[in-house]
């Protein structure tokens, strides 16, 4: 079955702990992002990566580090977790092949809520 | 500022009670306008992309209209299970890159 998983589903961590959340496609997309869902603020994207050893910033990146070694997996890692980053975060993958894969429906993981105390 | 915008916020209808989600945005250079639904506890599910003022598109009992500032989401004679959160998404070009922007999302319920 095509799909994006993230792990964990839930996480209850204290401010400063490093933590990492995993993710990964198994339908070969070039493209992967990350997302944090905050209500009332819509979906804001954290980074995203075009493919393999290339990523780059989004809208909201303090904070987060991602890492993109290999075509499957987009880690997102928090090195010095704060309050503000509880959220729900969501992975979130697309075929992109030039200019037209733009427009590429995103495929989304099941999401991952973080409590950070 | 470029900016997407859902309204309402939330909808009750009663089963079978029709009616509109909309979305409106605020950007130039529109490359493309998704509509994604959200149960919960999960993530958002593609349902439509919209290209051009004047498309439309259907699915099952959703119909996804585009004019150059608006999209709507049409939902003909609702059942419980199209209760979900409807999210928006604007694709545009600007300052040389490609960006996405979300809205914050209409929460639908359905009841019987």
């Known amino acids: 079955e095509a799909q994006v998983t993230q792990n964990p589903r839930y996480l209850i961590t204290v401010t400063g702990k490093k933590l990492t959340v995993t993710c990964s496609q198994n339908?070969?997309?070039?493209?992967m992002s990350w997302y944090r869902q905050d209500p009332g603020l819509g979906l804001r994207q954290i980074y995203y990566?075009?493919?393999?050893?290339?990523?780059d910033k989004g809208d909201v990146p303090e904070g987060y580090k991602v890492s993109r070694k290999e075509k499957r997996n987009f880690p997102l890692i928090l090195e010095s977790p704060s309050p503000n980053q509880t959220s729900l975060y969501f992975c979130?993958?697309?075929?992109?092949?030039?200019?037209?894969?733009?427009?590429?429906?995103?495929?989304f993981g099941n999401g991952t809520r973080l409590t950070v105390t | 500022e470029d900016q997407v915008t859902q309204s309402p916020e939330a909808l009750r209808l009663q089963e079978g009670e029709s009616s509109s989600l909309n979305c409106s945005y605020t950007?130039?250079?529109?490359?493309?306008l998704f509509w994604y639904r959200q149960d919960p506890g999960k993530g958002p599910e593609f349902l439509f992309t919209?290209?051009?003022a004047g498309e439309e598109k259907e699915k099952e009992r959703l119909k996804a209209t585009l004019t150059k500032k608006e999209s709507f989401l049409h939902i003909t004679a609702p059942k419980p299970e199209d209760s979900a959160t409807y999210l928006c998404a604007v694709q545009f070009f600007s300052g040389g890159y490609n960006k996405l922007i979300f809205g914050a999302g209409t929460r639908l319920a359905v009841h019987p």
């Open positions: 339908m070969n997309h070039e493209y």
């Open positions: 919209l290209y051009s």
């Open positions: 990566s075009m493919n393999v050893e290339v990523t």
């Open positions: 950007v130039s250079g529109l490359r493309g």
């Open positions: 979130a993958s697309s075929l992109l092949k030039g200019a037209a894969a733009y427009n590429s429906p995103l495929h």
